[in-house]
């Protein structure tokens, strides 16, 4: 009789029964052993030996005793934020936004720097550059960092780590995913959509929680969405769903794409395209009167009220309005959400700006779906698209069974 396969079986559960307790303990925490038994459907006694192997291993750790419900208090149970610690960035043109995270989802240290990023080679070394020094300035343990995320513009498979395509970045076929785990010793990495991580942020942290069905509109450098069905992230058949951007809203004539098309809905609703247009409508007097440099416009500048007030400007900003209304008809009527949450520096316009796109989008829905979808701006204060390169990191060390040895 041959018994290797009952014993591999046996070595399976074990691992995907302690994966299960550590999850849940990082999702319920603080909860009680009982209250794990009744949440993994695992014996009692089981139970305990995974929570004992935990708390030896400096994983999980005991924090006080919880109400008593007839006999002795229970004692609670929760991950250890210093068990292990994730490093996350986001990648946006000419910018590299890096942190370290605890396993408590709390920012130890951040960096942000300008930079070109037209080579990858020159990105992921200064990502690199980055990741030194932030654990040189919290002193942490280099070897306790354990995963990396990635949020970045682009096509992106996944599954390899690869950006396919991205006209923000300028790259083609780049495997960001083994080039940066080669630069920082090894840790594994995770890469994914910007706008996806950052719609994965909003249900984890922000306007979206509680919500099953969603779409995240990044309004930013790079216009895209983020669409969540039933809690997961919706990539399509290679992962590159969500790239409203490159859709022609203009069929001739219209402006110039990064992509090299004409009449993206990027190219007219896109921070540059927004910024290039104020440069035009406004003579250089009204940018020189409240002490601004028109060559180094942001768009921090224009939502100023004494900009975003001035006749030209509210029309610019009407006009992105209504085309991104228009473009969120059509994700309603495809993906029936419950939620669409603005995001970027655009959704930052004021609520005229809101107003429009909930109006135009009406208009262009069937009476039937009017009203189905709430649509609100992201009120998160952390940059949202780096926090979902830290949950995804989270999500990927959590799948994994030891962490040490």
Same mark, same amino acid.
Request: proline share 4%; glycine share 10%; net charge neutral.
């Given at each position: ?14 691992? !995907? ?59 609670? !149970? ?249 473009? !969120? ?77």
């Amino acid at each position: 009789m041959n018994n290797k396969g009952n014993a591999s079986n046996s070595k399976d559960i074990k691992r !995907l029964n302690r994966i299960l307790v550590r999850n849940i303990i990082r999702k319920l925490g603080p909860i009680a052993r009982y209250e794990l038994a009744k949440e993994t459907g695992l014996t009692p006694p089981t139970v305990t030996v995974i929570v004992n192997e935990l708390i030896s291993d400096g994983v999980v750790l005991e924090v006080g005793h919880g109400e008593s419900s007839g006999g002795r208090r229970p004692v609670m !149970l929760e991950i250890n934020p210093q068990a292990a610690y994730i490093f996350a960035l986001r990648l946006q043109r000419d910018e590299v936004v890096t942190a370290l995270f605890n396993l408590k989802g709390d920012i130890l240290s951040h960096h942000k720097r300008v930079i070109d990023t037209a080579a990858p080679e020159r990105v992921v070394e200064a990502v690199g550059n980055s990741f030194d020094w932030l654990i040189e300035d919290t002193g942490i343990d280099r070897e306790k960092v354990l995963c990396c995320g990635v949020a970045s513009p682009g096509l992106i498979n996944t599954q390899r780590g690869v950006i396919g395509h991205s006209s923000n970045l300028k790259w083609d076929r780049v495997p960001l995913g083994a080039m940066l785990s080669k630069r920082l010793y090894g840790i594994p990495v995770h890469v994914e959509n910007i706008s996806n991580a950052a719609a994965l942020a909003e249900k984890e942290y922000g306007c979206g929680r509680g919500y099953h069905d969603l779409i995240y509109l990044n309004l930013s450098v790079g216009v895209g969405a983020g669409i969540i069905i039933e809690d997961k992230i919706y990539g399509g058949s290679k992962g590159y769903a969500g790239e409203i951007g490159h859709i022609a809203v203009i069929s001739e004539n219209g402006p110039e794409c990064a992509c090299g098309r004409l009449g993206c809905l990027e190219a007219i609703c896109g921070v540059r395209a927004i910024i290039e247009r104020v440069k035009e409508a406004l003579p250089d007097a009204v940018f020189e009167s409240y002490g601004l440099n028109k060559n180094k416009l942001s768009m921090d500048d224009i939502i100023f009220p004494p900009i975003l007030e001035t006749k030209e400007v509210e029309g610019i900003f009407q006009e992105a309005g209504n085309w991104v209304g228009f473009i !969120l008809a059509h994700l309603v009527s495809i993906f029936n959400p419950e939620l669409i949450i603005l995001g970027g520096e655009l959704s930052k316009a004021g609520p005229k700006f809101l107003a429009t796109v909930v109006e135009k989008m009406n208009k262009n829905l069937l009476k039937e779906l009017v009203g189905t979808a709430k649509v609100v701006c992201s009120n998160m204060k952390d940059d949202p698209a780096l926090i979902g390169a830290y949950v995804l990191a989270l999500e990927m060390l959590f799948s994994i069974e030891k962490w040490y040895g």
